[in-house]
């Protein structure tokens, strides 16, 4: 009977032992504190859900967390776990719901640090699904807006910010190839204004493209053939008068006009973009169009060789891997540099022939644009009468009459100086004179030393910032630019053969 006694209390023991183990309190990851709240059980469940890629399951728990517990403290990461969850699922149609989520967690919570990471997914949700260049360009742009947003919005959040720049210079590598490949399309098909106002606007808007040196090549070539259009075009000198004919003064105001230009085009090259593919091009072509060629500065060279150093060269098997792929080949894009964050003008094809026009007749440039001239008509004199002049006196209603004043009784005069007398004006001894020349043989004084210029070299042993940046403005030599040359990598075929 006592063995029995004992048995049982043996057992009762390792009952309660038992009970006590599985009343084990949970640890929370976020606030740190030992609880078993419901509300932590639920959000538990659904991210162990979530790890066994069972979404449904797990939007269905955190669902109930929301409707359930509205004031807890899991609330913000449920919230922001429903669209993980789309977001993991993918698919066209989860990452649309994915990105409603996050912007419904910025809606409700803007405040949190967890706001910036929901701005970069909906930004990468569109990255994902970007397309070559030639195809639907919708979701690329939509991931450049979504980049801006975060680096604009959230600029406290480094992190953030530098994974989004990188990621937008890769959107703006694909948006800038689709337009530099519409801006050829109309150079080979010769409508050069619509190809000048596709290239110039994509050089301003993306100048880290990696084919820059390509598009402002593509433009003098753009204005070259346009010279050449002007000259084959008939003069209205010859018999006749040809229809289309131009005249002679028009005709020579265009051609300096598209001259200009294109000289301008072809010194971006060598000075912007100093060890790139194109400047030998360039300065072959300043040499034709009998124009000076410019010297690039050290700090040129310095930034483009940065630029081109840090595009990533996929080889032959990755180029030709990219065939076959949806996605577009973002490996030319630089790692270099700050990308665009706001969109300048646009120059649209009619502008362009308006300001050539208005070039050709010869109007003004102002600022890069053409001024109008109007053409006022003051009349005709008569037959007999001679033409009106300046120094003339005009007959009253004449355009060119001018307005007599009389004389203001107030007027100051100066004093007669009488000749010999005590008015007669004297030399004042306190009058500032003009350094004279020394005498020959003798070396002139030097100046006097300014008590706040700043010396050259260095201060207190340190070096001038000014005597830097001069250094870093100095124009770049030829071995520069050759060696610069010597570490680009090579890979990207000429598109223009000339």
């Not at 053409?375 to 008569?382: L, R």
């Not at 008590?451 to 050259?456: A, K």
């Amino acid at each position: 009977m006592s063995r029995r006694i004992c048995l049982i209390a043996v057992v009762g023991l390792g009952l309660a032992v038992a009970v006590g183990c599985s009343n084990k309190k949970a640890v929370n990851p976020l606030s740190k504190v030992a609880s078993v709240q419901p509300d932590k059980v639920l959000f538990d469940k659904a991210m162990e859900a979530m790890k066994r890629n069972r979404f449904d399951v797990a939007r269905m728990t955190l669902q109930t967390l929301i409707n359930t517990y509205p004031d807890s403290e899991y609330i913000a990461r449920a919230k922001l776990a429903v669209g993980d969850s789309w977001y993991a699922e993918g698919g066209t149609a989860s990452l649309a719901q994915a990105e409603q989520e996050y912007r419904d967690f910025q809606t409700f919570f803007p405040n949190m640090p967890e706001a910036a990471e929901a701005q970069l997914k909906i930004a990468n949700i569109q990255y994902q699904q970007m397309e070559k260049a030639d195809r639907d360009y919708t979701h690329a742009k939509r991931a450049e807006d979504e980049y801006r947003n975060l680096i604009m919005q959230y600029p406290d959040n480094p992190k953030l910010v530098a994974e989004g720049k990188a990621r937008l210079l890769e959107v703006q590598e694909v948006l800038a190839e689709r337009e530099f490949d519409i801006g050829r399309f109309y150079y080979l098909k010769m409508s050069y204004a619509a190809s000048i106002a596709r290239l110039q606007s994509m050089v301003d808007k993306y100048p880290l493209y990696s084919r820059a040196d390509e598009a402002l090549y593509l433009l003098g070539q753009n204005y070259e053939g346009q010279i050449t259009r002007v000259r084959l075009a008939p003069t209205c000198t010859a018999p006749g008068k040809p229809p289309g004919c131009v005249g002679e003064t028009f005709k020579a105001n265009l051609i300096a006009e598209y001259t200009k230009k294109a000289t301008s085009e072809y010194s971006k090259i060598i000075t912007r973009y100093p060890v790139m593919d194109r400047v030998d091009d360039a300065k072959r072509r300043l040499t034709t169009l009998n124009q000076p060629i410019p010297r690039p500065t050290k700090e040129a060279v310095r930034v483009n060789r940065l630029e081109e150093e840090s595009r990533r060269d996929v080889g032959p098997y990755g180029r030709l891997s990219m065939v076959f792929r949806k996605s577009p080949d973002m490996s030319q894009a630089t790692k270099a540099g700050e990308p665009q964050l706001t969109d300048p003008t646009p120059i649209a094809a009619n502008e362009v022939v308006r300001s050539t026009m208005l070039a050709g007749m010869g109007a003004p440039s102002v600022g890069g644009k053409s001024v109008g001239v109007k053409v006022v008509n003051s009349g005709t004199p008569a037959a007999n009468d001679p033409a009106p002049r300046s120094d003339s006196p005009a007959a009253n209603g004449s355009p060119f009459a001018q307005p007599t004043m009389a004389a203001d009784p107030n007027e100051l005069k100066p004093p007669a100086a009488a000749a010999g007398g005590d008015n007669e004006l004297k030399p004042d001894p306190n009058e500032l004179k003009p350094a004279v020349d020394p005498p020959p043989g003798e070396a002139p004084l030097p100046p006097p030393p300014q008590v706040n210029e700043i010396q050259s070299g260095s201060v207190d042993g340190a070096p001038n910032a000014s005597a830097s940046a001069s250094s870093s403005s100095e124009p770049a030599s030829d071995k520069d630019v050759s060696s610069s040359k010597k570490k680009k990598k090579k890979g990207i075929k000429k598109l223009i053969p000339f």
